[in-house]
């Protein structure tokens, strides 16, 4: 099975600030990462997909990029709406393994 | 609009048996893949299994491979998952997800609610 790890777990950032989340295959995924938001008692949200591109209807202040075994998921200025926990997950092979979350809280 | 409502969780004794189905709305539901994806309280997201649009290809978890059963009604716009041999280690939130592999960039873009399975004694 392919392992996902994401870094940090968790992260204290200000309203404004920018917000880099990254997300490490233990193979070559090529481009199939996606990047997922979940607020407390509430499903997934899909935000980006195939690493770069961005879900319909989701806001451009998300932002994905890389290839390989190295991705990273960016907020360009974070809003009070994006504290949440972000998960990684690969859709290179079966079983679809996800990361173990990154919490992204108020600072 | 896309619909999935998960229903059929609940609390059942370690060993026992559930089913939980999902209804699907707002899509051409025969044509995509489903899935069914797990969250233990306050834990990650743990992917279970998926169906292929016609019902031929099917893929578990090895943690719950032998156990679960995952099928679907085209006809009824309805994803199924039966659970038997219940451990306490299955206690989660369920959700249904839709598979989208549009330009062979697979996701799961829609996620029903959840539904919570309880296994204790």
């Known amino acids: 099975d392919i392992q996902m790890t994401q870094s940090p777990s968790s992260l204290s950032a200000s309203v404004g600030d920018r917000v880099t989340v990254t997300c490490r295959a233990s193979?070559?995924?090529?481009?199939?990462l996606n990047w997922y938001q979940q607020k407390p008692g509430r499903a997934p949200n899909l935000l980006i997909y195939?690493?770069?591109s961005l879900q319909s209807g989701v806001t451009s202040r998300f932002s994905g990029s890389g290839s390989g075994t190295d991705f990273t998921l960016t907020i360009s200025s974070l809003q009070p709406e994006d504290f949440a926990t972000y998960y990684c997950?690969?859709?290179?092979?079966?079983?679809?393994?996800f990361g173990q979350g990154t919490t992204v809280e108020i600072k | 609009q896309v619909q999935l409502v998960e229903s059929g969780g609940g609390l059942v004794k370690p060993g026992g048996s559930l089913r939980l189905s999902c209804a699907a709305s707002?899509?051409?539901?025969?044509?995509?893949?489903m899935n069914w994806i797990r969250q233990a309280p306050g834990k990650g997201l743990e992917w279970v299994s998926y169906?292929?649009?016609?019902?031929?290809?099917?893929y578990y978890a090895d943690s719950v491979k032998g156990r679960f059963t995952i099928s679907r009604d085209n006809a009824k716009n309805s994803l199924y998952l039966e659970m038997n041999s219940l451990r306490a280690e299955d206690t989660a939130v369920y959700y249904c997800?839709?598979?989208?592999?549009?330009?062979?960039?697979?996701?799961?873009?829609?996620w029903g609610q959840g539904t919570l399975v309880t296994v204790s004694s």
């Open positions: 997800a839709r598979d989208n592999g549009y330009d062979s960039a697979w996701r799961f873009d829609y």
């Open positions: 707002g899509f051409t539901f025969s044509n995509y893949y």
């Open positions: 169906i292929s649009s016609s019902g031929i290809s099917i």
């Open positions: 193979q070559n995924i090529r481009s199939n």
């Open positions: 195939a690493a770069s």
């Open positions: 997950q690969q859709s290179h092979t079966t079983p679809r393994t």
